[in-house]
């Protein structure tokens, strides 16, 4: 194709043509939803993309709320998410969450409309280099051309059936489109001329060319092996011998749970459920299972005692310190990990083998292979292990009918007034209906889900941004699941107010948002630097925020409670504004020298 700077007859409608042909073969190829943010040269592809009524379009103006929207979004569905935005620092804003998806293989489709050739370079307005602007945290990035008349449109519907396939595998992750336009960017004819959206199924190629995936799963239709060689050897490794299996968090395929929990059974070993398992909430036969290793592993002559010969690992790499460095302790002990192809999750390099390929398969197939248990006296040492962890923590939340009677001042463990995160969480979880998706912060939340979630068959989804381990973003993305249904939003009070603009997001949605109010990062206190006299201004950095206000700011419910009575009354509420539709923002204010106290107790109980 030439480049031609002079408009042809009706450049606008040549504009609109292409914009619908790619739009309508991402709705054929599967593209369900998109997140746009206005602009004006995404104007053809904006309008295309609202005019489809196969895709749900959602408008957020802050291009990076919108790309952890979008993110959240295709958390909750497995399916990539179509994201538009204009030119200039507009898909720079999108950058966290495009690094969020590609460590945390979340599917998206990244749009961003550009000015064309002859405009860059010439001081031309709101212009900038966007080519490769995501650099190495794309799957894939595609540089079109402006449209001309008599473009290639069999070309065009392949080229959107591509870029889904590349968001989804072998590597689920971000692929990059730039698109730029020529003015006038609409047709010049009545509007009532123009063409129309083309409605589903297509009569396109691009339909044929995303069979390869399953329509159920939105999963690669093939799958991945290793050598069966090394299936074999593998299971010569588990079988009879003393392991542990530990499950990560990560997308696993339906029935993945049932299929690991049916390799612990054969080889009679414990089961390691991390809080981003999936195993931890769920209707499992629950003997394999620990939920509590983040406690029982501090008992240093547990740890001596319970030796394996072998860890398998698979999922994300453990969420806490306390299991990172008994894996890492686990020197002599042969250490396998699952991983999908291309991805080596070995930060300790201690893996003695990695098998590539489809989980759920490769455990499948090793279920098949292993001849022999362990013996029993091996996983019962972990019953009994879990068993008294499980029985202090049944203490955390139990009143103490003396200490209940005390003023608020005293916090006495078991009052009323002893209200911190190891009470707050096993609270939550207790009172959340069957269902609910759980998206958690980081920083402490996540590490106090993993000490304090417990589990149960209560069917619960859990969902964080482990790929970069941001605190951006957080609230967008819990909008963004909220849009497939009821889910809380567990956050602290620094990860809130950096995302206020999500909170925008969550008018209209039930979203429910608990922020822990310790004043500040209350991490640090657990860090070196908090022994230093610049700690409270450079490393804690209180908030400070009004909470209520924020919520006001966009009209959503508000709540604060600073007791244990307090928080049941809020979440109540909450709760009851979800069943609604509502959002609510609950403050559970904590006081921060409680909660480092009652923390380093809890750990000592198990010491
Ligand atoms: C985008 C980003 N900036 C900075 C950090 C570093 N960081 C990790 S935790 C944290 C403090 C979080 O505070 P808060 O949300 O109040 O949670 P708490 O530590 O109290 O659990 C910071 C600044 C990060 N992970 N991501």
């Given at each position: 194709?030439?480049?031609?700077?002079?408009?042809t007859?009706?450049?606008?409608?040549?504009?609109?043509?292409?914009?619908q042909t790619?739009?309508?073969?991402?709705?054929?190829?599967?593209?369900?939803?998109?997140?746009?943010?206005?602009?004006?040269?995404?104007?053809?592809?904006?309008?295309?993309?609202?005019?489809?009524?196969?895709?749900?379009?959602?408008?957020?103006?802050?291009?990076?709320?919108?790309?952890?929207?979008?993110?959240?979004?295709a958390?909750?569905?497995?399916?990539?998410?179509?994201l538009?935005?204009?030119?200039?620092?507009?898909?720079?804003?999108?950058?966290?969450?495009?690094?969020?998806?590609?460590?945390?293989?979340?599917?998206?489709?990244?749009?961003?409309?550009?000015?064309?050739?002859?405009?860059?370079?010439?001081?031309?307005?709101q212009?900038?280099?966007?080519?490769?602007?995501?650099?190495?945290h794309?799957?894939?990035?595609?540089?079109?051309?402006?449209?001309?008349?008599?473009?290639?449109?069999?070309?065009?519907?392949?080229?959107?059936?591509?870029?889904?396939?590349?968001?989804?595998?072998?590597?689920?992750?971000?692929?990059?489109?730039?698109?730029?336009f020529?003015?006038?960017?609409?047709?010049?004819?009545?509007?009532?001329?123009?063409?129309?959206?083309?409605?589903?199924?297509?009569?396109?190629?691009?339909?044929?060319?995303?069979?390869?995936?399953?329509?159920?799963?939105?999963?690669?239709?093939?799958?991945?092996?290793?050598?069966?060689?090394?299936?074999?050897?593998?299971?010569?490794?588990?079988?009879?011998?003393?392991?542990?299996?530990?499950?990560?968090?990560?997308?696993?395929?339906?029935?993945?749970?049932?299929?690991?929990?049916?390799?612990?059974?054969?080889?009679?070993?414990?089961?390691?459920?991390?809080p981003?398992?999936g195993?931890?909430?769920?209707?499992?036969?629950?003997?394999?299972?620990?939920?509590?290793?983040?406690?029982?592993?501090?008992?240093?002559?547990?740890?001596?005692r319970?030796?394996?010969?072998?860890?398998?690992?698979?999922?994300?790499?453990?969420?806490?310190?306390?299991?990172?460095?008994?894996?890492?302790?686990?020197?002599?002990?042969?250490?396998?990990?699952?991983?999908?192809?291309?991805?080596?999750?070995?930060?300790?390099?201690?893996?003695?083998?990695?098998?590539?390929?489809?989980?759920?398969?490769?455990?499948?197939?090793?279920?098949?292979?292993?001849?022999?248990?362990?013996?029993?006296?091996?996983?019962?040492?972990?019953?009994?292990?879990?068993?008294?962890?499980?029985?202090?923590?049944?203490?955390?939340?139990?009143?103490?009918?003396?200490?209940?009677?005390?003023d608020?001042?005293?916090?006495?463990?078991?009052?009323?007034?002893?209200?911190?995160?190891?009470?707050?969480?096993?609270?939550?979880?207790?009172?959340?209906p069957?269902?609910?998706?759980?998206?958690?912060?980081?920083?402490?939340?996540?590490?106090?889900?993993?000490?304090?979630?417990?589990?149960?068959?209560?069917?619960?989804?859990?969902?964080?941004?482990?790929?970069?381990?941001?605190?951006?973003?957080?609230?967008?993305?819990?909008?963004?699941?909220?849009?497939?249904?009821?889910?809380?939003?567990?956050?602290g009070?620094?990860?809130?107010?950096?995302?206020?603009?999500?909170?925008?997001?969550?008018?209209?949605?039930?979203?429910?948002?608990v922020?822990?109010?310790?004043?500040?990062?209350?991490?640090?206190?657990?860090?070196?630097?908090?022994?230093?006299?610049e700690?409270?201004?450079?490393?804690?950095?209180?908030?400070?925020?009004?909470?209520?206000?924020?919520?006001?700011?966009?009209?959503?419910?508000?709540?604060?409670?600073?007791?244990?009575?307090?928080?049941?009354?809020?979440?109540?509420?909450?709760?009851?504004?979800?069943?609604?539709?509502?959002?609510?923002?609950?403050?559970?204010?904590?006081?921060?020298?409680?909660?480092?106290?009652?923390?380093?107790?809890?750990?000592?109980?198990?010491?």
């Open positions: 194709m030439s480049l031609s700077t002079t408009p007859a009706d450049q606008g409608l040549v504009n609109l043509r292409f914009a790619l739009v309508d073969a991402l709705a054929a190829a599967g593209v369900s939803d998109a997140v746009i943010s206005p602009g004006s040269r995404s104007t053809p592809l904006a309008l295309a993309f609202l005019r489809q009524p196969a895709i749900r379009s959602t408008i957020a103006v802050d291009e990076r709320c919108a790309a952890f929207f979008a993110l959240g979004r958390k909750a569905s497995g399916r990539p998410v179509a538009l935005c204009t030119s200039g620092s507009a898909p720079a804003n999108w950058y966290p969450a495009v690094i969020e998806a590609a460590q945390g293989g979340t599917p998206l489709l990244l749009l961003s409309a550009d000015r064309p050739a002859e405009l860059h370079g010439w001081g031309a307005n212009t900038i280099d966007q080519l490769r602007l995501f650099g190495s794309v799957r894939a990035s595609h540089a079109l051309e402006a449209p001309q008349a008599g473009f290639a449109s069999g070309w065009l519907q392949r080229l959107a059936a591509r870029v889904v396939a590349e968001s989804l595998a072998p590597q689920p992750g971000p692929v990059h489109l730039n698109l730029p020529r003015e006038p960017l609409l047709p010049a004819a009545d509007p009532r001329e123009w063409p129309q959206a083309t409605e589903l199924p297509l009569p396109s190629p691009a339909a044929a060319f995303s069979e390869a995936f399953s329509a159920d799963t939105y999963a690669p239709g093939w799958t991945c092996l290793p050598d069966p060689a090394a299936i074999a050897a593998t299971a010569a490794t588990l079988s009879g011998r003393r392991g542990v299996i530990v499950c990560g968090g990560g997308a696993f395929p339906p029935a993945f749970a049932e299929a690991l929990l049916a390799l612990a059974a054969a080889l009679d070993c414990p089961l390691f459920a991390e981003l398992s195993l931890r909430f769920a209707a499992l036969e629950r003997s394999q299972l620990c939920v509590r290793q983040e406690s029982f592993l501090r008992d240093s002559s547990f740890v001596a319970a030796r394996p010969d072998w860890v398998m690992r698979c999922g994300d790499f453990p969420v806490t310190r306390q299991l990172q460095q008994w894996l890492s302790g686990c020197a002599t002990a042969e250490q396998i990990v699952i991983a999908p192809p291309g991805r080596w999750n070995d930060p300790q390099h201690v893996a003695t083998r990695v098998l590539h390929g489809d989980a759920l398969h490769i455990i499948a197939a090793l279920t098949q292979a292993v001849n022999a248990p362990a013996a029993a006296a091996w996983r019962q040492s972990f019953v009994r292990a879990e068993a008294a962890a499980e029985a202090l923590a049944a203490k955390l939340a139990a009143p103490d009918s003396a200490a209940a009677l005390t608020e001042a005293d916090r006495l463990p078991g009052s009323d007034a002893d209200f911190w995160e190891g009470v707050l969480i096993p609270a939550l979880l207790a009172r959340l069957a269902g609910f998706r759980v998206f958690c912060g980081a920083s402490m939340a996540i590490r106090d889900l993993d000490s304090f979630s417990g589990g149960g068959s209560k069917p619960l989804a859990f969902f964080a941004n482990r790929g970069a381990s941001g605190i951006d973003g957080n609230l967008s993305t819990a909008a963004g699941i909220a849009a497939a249904g009821p889910t809380l939003a567990l956050v009070d620094l990860t809130c107010t950096h995302d206020i603009g999500g909170l925008a997001l969550a008018r209209g949605r039930p979203l429910l948002v922020v822990i109010n310790n004043g500040g990062g209350g991490i640090f206190e657990y860090l070196p630097a908090a022994a230093l006299p700690f409270a201004r450079g490393w804690l950095t209180p908030a400070d925020a009004d909470f209520a206000h924020m919520a006001a700011t966009w009209g959503i419910g508000y709540q604060r409670a600073a007791t244990r009575s307090a928080f049941a009354a809020a979440l109540e509420l909450g709760l009851a504004a979800i069943e609604r539709g509502d959002p609510c923002l609950i403050e559970a204010v904590i006081d921060r020298e409680h909660s480092v106290a009652r923390h380093r107790a809890w750990w000592e109980q198990h010491q």
